[in-house]
T-cell receptor
Framework: ELKVEQNPLFLSMQEGKNYTIYCNYS?????LYWYRQDPGKSLESLFV?????AVKQEGRLMASLDTKARLSTLHITAAVHDLSATYFC???????????FGTGTRLQVFP | GAVVSQHPSRVICKSGTSVKIECRSL??????MFWYRQFPKQSLMLMAT?????????EQGVEKDKFLINHASLTLSTLTVTSAHPEDSSFYIC?????????????FGPGTRLTVL
């Protein structure tokens, strides 16, 4: 059974600090997506990672993909309150149309 | 670009009634649309995949007679929750994949919150 696990599930961090969210998956895939969800809202696409070693950055967020380790990371630099949201990774299930979502990481940034 | 709309955004209905949710890709044509369900503070669970002009493919454990999906055109898919019960209350989110997309990037609708009394 395909599993996509995120760690941590909940993260409370102070403004200005750095932290990394991890996304581990259990099957072969070379495509991974990161999404942000605000409470009561739908998903906003953050990053699309299409190959081993891919690294993308936007503002205070940077995502990377290691397909050999089946691991993606979302690194937060100098967190600000506006980053408070739930972050999901999603794995492209090989040879199918499907995205399998991770468990989600709820991030709260406080002053 | 790549906007997906859903209607209604919120619906409250009585137990036993049916509810239809529309998902539209506004500025692109979608080969495939997906329907997800999300319970509070949980992840998204894929319910079904629909392709225009063909029957939807349902995930294991999803009752196809309860959750009717119609993908009538390249820009519209509908989900009908038949004989809804309180346990069907959830946040339903659709997504769409562009025609000709080289990979499975999906664009998500704003979601529909269904409450069954």
């Amino acid at each position: 059974e395909l599993k996509v696990e995120q760690n941590p599930l909940f993260l409370s961090m102070q403004e200005g600090k750095n932290y990394t969210i991890y996304c581990n998956y259990s099957t072969t895939s070379d495509r991974l997506y990161w999404y942000r969800q605000d409470p009561g809202k739908s998903l906003e696409s953050l990053f699309v990672l299409l190959s081993n070693g891919a690294v993308k950055q936007e503002g205070r967020l940077m995502a990377s993909l290691d397909t050999k380790a089946r691991l993606s990371t979302l690194h937060i630099t100098a967190a600000v309150h506006d980053l408070s949201a739930t972050y999901f990774c999603a794995v492209d299930l090989y040879n199918t149309d499907k995205l399998i979502f991770g468990t989600g990481t709820r991030l709260q940034v406080f002053p | 670009g790549a906007v997906v709309s859903q209607h209604p955004s919120r619906v409250i209905c009585k137990s036993g009634t049916s509810v239809k949710i529309e998902c539209r890709s506004l500025d692109f044509q979608a080969t495939t649309m997906f329907w997800y369900r999300q319970f509070p503070k949980q992840s998204l669970m894929l319910m079904a995949t629909s392709n225009e002009g063909s029957k939807a493919t349902y995930e294991q454990g999803v009752e196809k007679d309860k959750f009717l999906i119609n993908h009538a055109s390249l820009t519209l898919s509908t989900l009908t929750v038949t004989s809804a019960h309180p346990e069907d209350s959830s946040f339903y989110i659709c997504s769409a994949r562009m025609i000709g997309a080289r990979y499975n990037e999906q664009f998500f609708g704003p979601g529909t919150r269904l409450t069954v009394l």
